[in-house]
């Protein structure tokens, strides 16, 4: 039977188990939709019966000793839905602490399928691909992808982090848990001295130092009682170190402890509760229970549903738009499981009040990033205009006049932008910009009257201003997309005096493409100073595909700056070695390309407009290196550059089994 992980801890829920203390991770729950809305199942308990076959009715158990258990079967996690029918698992176990977390009131099971919807399955492991990798089970992939490609993997078989094996233990009956919280049955005894010296705070009774105590997170409060003698007795509070373990300290996931009014030692317990000290069931709940904490953020972020949506067709194309990486509009196609990036599940058109005042920006941290999950419009004497999923970190910036956006944006979504008004005012990047694509095509010479938002379910996946200055389709070829501009760049934007040589890039307009970053390098260095340090070029490529280029210097170790396209190694054998005289002073002075075009209705985008074959590089001692010797290949077409400028640099798209796709040359006055 298909083996799925929990959606919550991410280990598997596993159809046989020998180990008696490993059961509970047979026993499962399912949130799931049916035509008539949402709900979850009772315990159901992975059998050998290829299918997955809980009971119905919520209060119920596999083993119940009742014949009115009604089972049925339901297609979950990567299977295709049926007639609407779908669910997602969580071992038994991480549901009652989902519930235990949540609180008195009934868990959003709506909203939760719906979160879980916007999840990709990646290949290679069983379960949803959430980015905040389960606290340490999956491993994100940087050494033959970009980070922001965001393929998640399994950890090493011969290097399972200690994460792992915690994973086996059941997080909600913890085994010792009774004898560990026995042992701290006791009065908390005096420690260290009770007797307070003098300072400022000793004016304050202690009760009240206490109490500014209990507000601190542990380490402040430590470092607070090295810095003043008032806090010396802090050790000794039962108050500071029971307060620990309440909601949203370090330890409330010692959830047995909650509203506990006997005699404890919780310094004690503290202490025997942490990482290192406690049981490896703990430390599992304590990452599962981080997990939930986060997970329930999301479930509760405010979802507006007064702006209806909008139909795709009248977005486009007088829009232009920054999008992640969309696999299907739930507006056209019903839900399916996708392997990576995300869906649309709704468009809205939102006006930009004319007297704005502010624009609020809500994110939302998921463990190794934050994504942007809506945008509120401040404006004088009109309510406020709420869009997508307001949370609770919300940043303001304060502007008459909205003239864009710059976005930076992953597949999965947005996760950072910044907010630009009159004259270049703008804000500070809000939500998190590092090693994700990012972009200014949404930036205007002219206030922008209306603004366009793509959302899952909890984020924004696309983004878009109506534009009047929008290329079209049939500008390309006849002018210069400007490209520095529009373009998704990444790791950034090429500063100004990179002339990037639009008129020779292969590939097509970005306004066109879809999620398709384009990569760059500046091989030369800093004004070209890396450039008599040169020793070769190495291609790696199989027949008619290039999948990466990269320079190779005397004195500098590789890095990542030199090398343009990424791919998993194994897969293509290391191809040759074109070496360079850069000491002596050789330079690549021109560039060929052999591009292949399929103008077949229904051929991808990239094949119909070029997918690049081949490349010939010449020096200025007129020697030459074509990658793909043996491509039979009509005359190649010359790259032309900016004259006077010396070639420094290439940018390019890429795609996973393609490889380099499009390619531009990159020049500097030097
Ligand atoms: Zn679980
Ligand atoms: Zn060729």
Not at 121 to 147: A, N
Not at 595 to 623: I, Q, S, W, Y
Request: glycine content about 8%; some cysteine.
């Amino acid at each position: 039977m298909a083996l799925f992980s929990c959606i919550l801890c991410g280990s598997a829920i596993p159809d046989e188990i020998g180990d008696p203390e490993k059961k509970w991770q047979k026993e499962y729950r399912a949130i799931y939709s049916h035509p008539t809305g949402y709900s979850v199942t009772g315990v159901g308990c992975n059998g050998d019966d290829w299918s997955w076959i809980p009971p119905s009715d919520p209060a119920k158990r596999w083993d119940d000793d009742d014949s009115n258990v009604q089972l049925f079967e339901l297609p979950v996690m990567r299977k295709v839905p049926i007639d609407g029918l779908h669910g997602f698992v969580v071992h038994n176990a991480c549901w009652m602490l989902l519930r235990r977390a949540w609180g008195p009131e009934d868990v959003r099971v709506d909203r939760l399928v719906e979160i879980c919807r916007s999840i990709p399955f990646p290949i290679g492991t069983d379960g949803l691909g959430w980015q905040h990798r389960y606290g340490g089970l999956l491993f994100l992939e940087t050494q033959d992808y970009f980070p922001w490609q965001e393929i998640l993997s399994l950890p090493d078989l011969d290097e399972l982090p200690l994460v792992v094996w915690d994973a086996f233990k059941n997080p909600w009956d913890v085994q010792n848990m009774r004898e560990i919280l026995l042992s701290c049955a006791k009065p908390q005894p005096v420690r260290g001295t009770d007797k307070t010296s003098h300072d400022c705070f000793s004016r304050l009774p202690w009760e009240l130092r206490e109490a500014i105590a209990v507000l601190l997170p542990t380490a402040d409060a430590l470092a607070l009682r090295q810095a003043s003698v008032s806090f010396l007795p802090l050790l000794s509070s039962s108050t500071f170190w029971a307060s620990r373990f309440t909601g949203n300290r370090e330890r409330d996931f010692v959830f047995e402890m909650h509203g506990c009014q006997d005699p404890t030692d919780w310094l004690d317990l503290y202490r025997i509760t942490s990482q290192k000290s406690g049981p490896p069931g703990l430390r599992n709940r304590c990452r599962i229970w981080n997990i939930t904490k986060m997970l329930i953020e999301i479930v509760r972020l405010e979802r507006n549903e007064c702006l209806t949506s909008t139909i795709e067709q009248t977005v486009a194309p007088s829009w232009s738009q920054v999008t992640g990486d969309i696999n299907f509009d739930g507006f056209e196609t019903s839900w399916k499981p996708f392997r990576r990036g995300c869906f649309s599940l709704r468009t809205i058109i939102v006006p930009v009040p004319c007297r704005l005042l502010k624009i609020g920006v809500s994110t939302i941290n998921v463990g190794t990033t934050s994504y942007v999950t809506g945008l509120r419009f401040v404006a004088d004497s009109t309510p406020d205009a709420l869009i997508g999923y307001i949370s609770s970190s919300e940043t303001f910036f304060t502007l008459q006049e909205l003239f864009g956006f710059k976005v930076a944006v992953a597949p999965s979504g947005l996760t950072a932008l910044q907010i630009v008004g009159k004259n270049g005012h703008s804000s500070q990047w809000i939500g998190c910009l590092s090693d994700v694509p990012s972009s200014e095509r949404l930036i205007r010479s002219q206030p922008i009257k209306s603004v366009t938002v793509r959302l899952d379910g909890f984020k924004l996946v696309g983004l878009g201003v109506a534009s009047p200055d929008v290329i079209s389709e049939q500008d390309l070829g006849t002018a210069d997309p400007p490209l520095r501009e529009t373009a998704l760049w990444y790791p950034n934007k090429p500063p100004n005096e990179l002339h990037l040589n639009e008129s020779s890039f292969t590939g097509q307009n970005p306004f066109h493409t879809g999620y398709r970053p384009l990569i760059w390098i500046r091989f030369g260095g800093q004004r070209g100073s890396d450039l008599k340090r040169i020793v070769g070029l190495a291609v790696q490529q199989v027949p008619h595909r290039l999948y990466s280029l990269e320079f190779l210097y005397e004195g500098i170790c590789r890095s990542s700056s030199s090398k343009l396209g990424r791919i998993r190694h194994e897969a293509i054998t290391p191809g040759p070695m074109f070496t360079i005289d850069g000491i002596g002073g050789e330079l690549i002075t021109s560039i060929a390309v052999h591009v292949e075009k399929d103008k077949r209705p229904g051929a991808r985008d990239f094949l119909r407009h070029g997918l690049l074959k081949c490349f010939k590089v010449t020096t200025n001692r007129g020697r030459e290196f074509q990658s793909n010797l043996a491509c039979n290949h009509p005359e190649m077409r010359l790259l032309p550059i900016t004259p006077g400028t010396t070639i420094t640099g290439f940018y390019a798209s890429q795609n996973d089994k393609g490889g380099l796709i499009s390619l531009g040359v990159i020049s500097e006055s030097l």
